[in-house]
């Protein structure tokens, strides 16, 4: 131990060259101030490691992550599943717009049907009520060529 102290006082006063030498001057060097953090380190800082205390955090922020990323797999399932049900949805509504297109297109083509029918019907009746003013005509005028006939008789 004498040797080792004897060592720094020889380096405190090496005579060098100007730049290198220990500084014995406790208040210039401000080794109190030192002694006193580290002392305090020690006291407070007894069963609390750095290794530890960076070990919570690192602990902390991994659960952090792992709970974002569960919270985003469930919106994710949330979503998928309402989107989901909005695919069956349209096609439940495509399914219903096309029944109504048929359900209109053969309700047209029915009451088609029906107009072209009553027309037919329509002229059928026209037909024959004009065969029978002509039928009631030519007797008439047959009628009126015999009256006039008779007459000249």
Excluded at 11 to 21: D, E, I, M, Q, Y
Excluded at 64 to 92: C, D, F, H, P
């Amino acid at each position: 131990m004498k040797n080792v102290t004897h060592s720094f006082v020889f380096l405190a006063h090496w005579p060098s060259a100007g730049s290198f030498g220990l500084n014995t001057d406790i208040l210039a060097t401000n080794l109190i101030n030192l002694t006193v953090v580290v002392g305090v380190l020690i006291f407070f800082g007894k069963g609390v490691c750095a290794s530890c205390l960076l070990k919570d955090l690192l602990d902390n922020r991994k659960q952090r992550i792992l709970s974002t990323i569960r919270n985003s797999e469930e919106l994710r399932r949330g979503t998928i599943e309402q989107l989901e049900k909005a695919r069956v949805r349209l096609q439940k509504v495509e399914l219903e717009a096309d029944e109504y297109r048929m359900n209109g297109y053969s309700e047209i083509e029915r009451e088609k049907a029906n107009l072209i029918n009553a027309t037919s019907i329509s002229l059928e009746q026209l037909e024959k009520s004009k065969n029978e003013i002509l039928y009631f005509e030519k007797q008439r005028a047959m009628n009126q060529v015999r009256q006039r006939v008779f007459q000249q008789a």
